[in-house]
Every structure is written in C-alpha cells, then in structure tokens.
C-alpha cells in the first residue's frame, strides 16, 4: 500500500544589508539542512528551511495530517528554530509506513543552487533514514516572471510517497 503527500512551503529572502529593514529574526538562507548562502537571510520564526518545511507538509499530508505549524509552532514556542526537529516529529507518526521517495523542486531566482544539490540531497536522506538516490531535486529561476524569479523570496515544493513496511 502507498501513501503520498505534497508539500509547500515559501519565505521571504533579502541580502544581509537590507536586514536592518527586517521585523522578525532573519537566518543564513538553509535548504534541506543545508546552509546555501551567507549573503542571502531569510525571514522567519524558525530558520526559514523551506524544503524541510514542504517536507513536513507533504509527510503530513500523506499520513492525513495538518500542517506545518501543528509542529513548527509547539516547538518554536519552547525555542526550537531547527526544521530538521519538525521533519523527526512527523516522522515519529509514520507507524509502519517508510518513505519510499522524495521528490523537490525549489523556485528562486537567486541565489543560484544547482552547486548545493548533492549536500541537499544527502542532507534530506539522512534525516528521512533513505539512501540519496531517493531524493530527487530539481531548480527553476522562475525566469523572472514572479516575486521568487526577482529574487524576493524562495519556493519549494515537495513530493513524498510512503510504503507500508509492516
């Protein structure tokens, strides 16, 4: 029996020199557990992984669950920032399902993240408990024509499929 689920997540990103212009604590730019960019923060509660956010979402939603929040938040209120924390907590609700494969695609125009792939991609197999070759990750710029094409923020989106192991 298979199980899948789709996830997305977006954050708004800046350079570190507009950061004075920023409400809410900003991070180093992290994708899949990876740190990307140092120039580049993103804005949010956490630390901003958007890939491990629609991670959460569309591990969730495979196993009939809500969103992100329904993880990120508890924890963020006792000062957990680290997305990975969110993905373990789904995964503490697979019971005898294993994720059979992820699939990524990430819309940014900048930075340019085809370099990071295979730390990304390992990244996210350790924390699921897959091999790399599982993990599937794919980049657009977006061509310009929205606000992730012009730089103004990141998008991603995440496809998950679970098998039942039991």
């Not at 969730?60 to 992100?68: D, E, N, P, Q, T």
């Not at 019971?95 to 990430?106: D, F, L, M, P």
């Amino acid at each position: 029996m298979f199980r899948v689920g789709i996830g997305q997540d977006s954050h708004r990103i800046q350079f570190k020199s507009q950061n004075a212009k920023c409400k809410i604590a900003s991070q180093n730019l992290k994708l899949g557990g990876v740190v990307v960019s140092e120039e580049y923060l993103v804005v949010a509660k956490s630390d901003g992984d958007v890939v491990l956010h629609a991670l959460v979402n569309a591990l969730s939603s495979a196993l009939g669950g809500g969103s992100v929040s329904n993880y990120a938040d508890p924890l963020c209120g006792k000062g957990v920032t680290d997305s990975k924390e969110y993905v373990k907590e789904v995964l503490k609700k697979m019971g005898e399902y294993k994720v059979n494969n992820i699939s990524v695609a990430i819309e940014a125009g900048e930075p340019k993240l085809e370099t990071y792939f295979e730390q990304i991609k390992e990244s996210i197999a350790k924390i699921v408990g897959v091999s790399k070759d599982q993990v599937g990750l794919t980049a657009t710029s977006g061509e310009g024509l929205n606000s992730f094409g012009k730089g103004e923020g990141i998008q991603a989106f995440v496809m998950a499929s679970l098998i039942y192991n039991g």
